[in-house]
């Protein structure tokens, strides 16, 4: 049976659009998803704003409620009867989303085995034949496929296979049989 590694944040979870309503709502601007285009939030907000913005990812709760990406829940579900499934989150940099994460797992994805949840912060450890990430960085020393989610900060990247949704992933990995 063939192994998936798939990342959490900007995959399944919405870290983005969180990180942008805890900001507008703390600083009175109308920033959208559409704005980071090809950008980190970090490239558009004003430097004397950056400690705000880890601040909110720092936060006990930031991890804890994020929207979740659409069709991930029924896609991965219907991925875990062919593939083994596993959950490969960067989690060393804000020590504060290990709870909040596993519980948000454990919540959105209940029929995945928690076994299967790596917290770690260099993905090369991951022994699994793809991974699907929305960053390019973790492929580098990935030792399988990495498999680009798009996300507004990665539009400009090419070079890998890249899936704009959870569609495209169903079609790639369930009625293709995996990337070409």
């Not at 090809?38 to 006990?60: F, N, P, T």
Request: net charge negative; glycine share 6%; aromatic share 12%.
């Amino acid at each position: 049976m063939k192994r998936i590694a798939v990342d959490m944040d900007e995959v399944l979870a919405d870290t983005l659009a969180e990180h942008i309503a805890r900001y507008n709502r703390d600083h009175g601007e109308a920033i959208t998803k559409a704005d980071v285009e090809g950008k980190w939030l970090w490239d558009i907000v004003s430097m004397d704003r950056h400690d705000r913005l880890e601040g909110y990812l720092r936060s006990e709760d930031f991890f804890e409620d994020l929207p979740v990406i659409p069709d991930s829940q029924r896609v991965l579900r219907a991925m875990a009867e062919r593939y083994e499934i596993y959950i490969g989150t960067s989690a060393m940099e804000f020590p504060n989303s290990f709870g909040p994460k596993y519980r948000w797992l454990r919540r959105h994805f209940p029929f995945l085995d928690p076994r299967h949840f790596v917290f770690c912060g260099d993905k090369s450890i991951l022994k699994a034949d793809y991974l699907i990430d929305d960053q390019p960085r973790h492929f580098l020393t990935f030792a399988g496929q990495g498999i680009l989610f798009t996300a507004p900060h990665n539009m400009g990247v090419s070079g890998y296979p890249r899936v704009d949704n959870w569609e495209q992933v169903e079609r790639m990995f369930l009625l293709e049989g995996g990337p070409r």
